[in-house]
């Protein structure tokens, strides 16, 4: 018999208490979080498990420990003990569900897992776009999963139910189609209801949306054979999609991830170390580690595409503190509220209620995800740029900053599917009457006219732009250009936000 169900010998006798001594928050001091009392085991036996945290969610299941919905959903979600839980303030506010959230990202995602961590993502998602919520009220919201029978497609293709995780029914295997993994009329990070015996779309407040039905709920005879307690990875399955999308660009990590969701591109680039760690493991590594963190984002995020954005965009006022995705040199990913300033980069990652953002960091490359295709390819930025000219370069060419775009190891600062782009920030007007002095060959002018004379050998056909951020050094370069053979190059005047 295995050793992780449950067992009944001579042990430990479950008894009841008045409270359970947890930490307050990482570092924080210990708050005693009072319980009521729970039911007991017959005297003499005792739950065994072989994995860390079975013993805590084998107790809650049976009702030997009393939680709250939240509580058991999170225990369900991955929470290996009762003492990862958040203290049982209230109400349950914005910094809590970071907190949760991060906590949860630490954890590896199983098959079991996979459907809890997705409605918990959830949960805490509504709660970092609505603010604080009562106790009481996040006890409604766990209720509405039962209500209205919600589902969730896992990645090895059967549909599963979202609040305990239990398999359902099998679909098809899970592939990259249109933007999205898919398996027949189901997508992964979506939420399904089946309480008409049919699955439909669930819509924001997980309300059945009138449609076609995408299927029957019914009992699946290779469910029998797909019995599992949870425990293998849910990224196995996700590896095979996931092969087709690995590109191999040796000596190019972010070449060969191109294909990949732009959340996934988004977060391996926001990190150098990962970036050059990820670059010299085999193609295997690289497809398990791809699907390993796939799997997590769209657990916990609904989704594992990202739109490049300005945080000036996303919200108002001059700064504005937001929940952070990060990924650390080890591939753990990193949750956190940071104070960003309106006007920066962002890749927004983002499906269904609230929204994690991709920033680039101070010594880091990009933030977010740049697009593909084109003569070129995208690189991390090795220079270092003031800021403001790295903030009109991201204007210019829409992309993160802290990438360049590279032909034949000549520079380019961005493309746009239309032409290849070159963006000159602020700051050059104070040295035109020197340049003029000098015949119209003051240094740093005469090395933008080399540089257009190099990008134009490689540019292989492809339209240019150059942009200028002050209308006097624009009119100035483009008749430089013209004097020097380059009239062909447009030369455009673009005023910084």
Known sequence: MRADVLLLCLGLLFAGCTGVETPAGRGGSRVLRQRRHPERLPPGTALITSRPGEQSRQAVELGLL?????????????????????????????????????????????????????????????????????????????????????????????????????????VAPVEWKDGAFRAGHFELGRFYSGRSGVFRHADAQLRTVDGPPLAEVYDDADVINRTLDGAEDAFAEMAVALGTLLSHSPGDALAALRHLPTGLVALIASSPEYLERFQYMTRGEQIQEAARLTTSVIATWGTASATTRTVRGLLAGTEATVPVLSLSSQGTLVLERVAVPAGRTAAVLSGGPGAAIILQRANTSGGGAPSSGGPGRWKPARESIEETARRYQAQITHEPEGFVYEIDDVKFDGFNEEALLEAKGPGYEKFLDQAVEQGGWFEGFSDMVRQARRQLRVARGFPMEWHFAEQKVADYMRALFKRNGLGRVPVLFTPPD
């Not at 203290?87 to 970071?98: G, I, Q």
């Not at 998602?125 to 497609?153: C, I, K, N, P």
Request: charged residues 30%; glycine residues 8%.
């Open 66 to 170: 009393d939680v709250e919905p939240f509580e058991h959903l999170l225990l369900r979600a991955g929470l290996d003990s009762l003492d990862e839980l958040p203290v049982r303030r209230n109400p349950f506010t914005p910094e809590d569900a970071v907190e949760v959230l991060g906590r949860l990202m630490e954890k590896p995602v199983t098959l079991g897992t996979f459907p809890p961590r997705m409605a918990a993502g959830f949960l805490l998602r509504e709660v970092l776009e609505g603010g604080d919520v009562s106790r009481e009220e996040l006890e409604r919201r766990v209720q509405r999963f039962a209500r209205e029978q919600v589902a969730v497609l896992r990645p090895d293709g059967y549909l599963a139910w979202a609040l305990d995780g239990s398999t359902q029914q099998k």
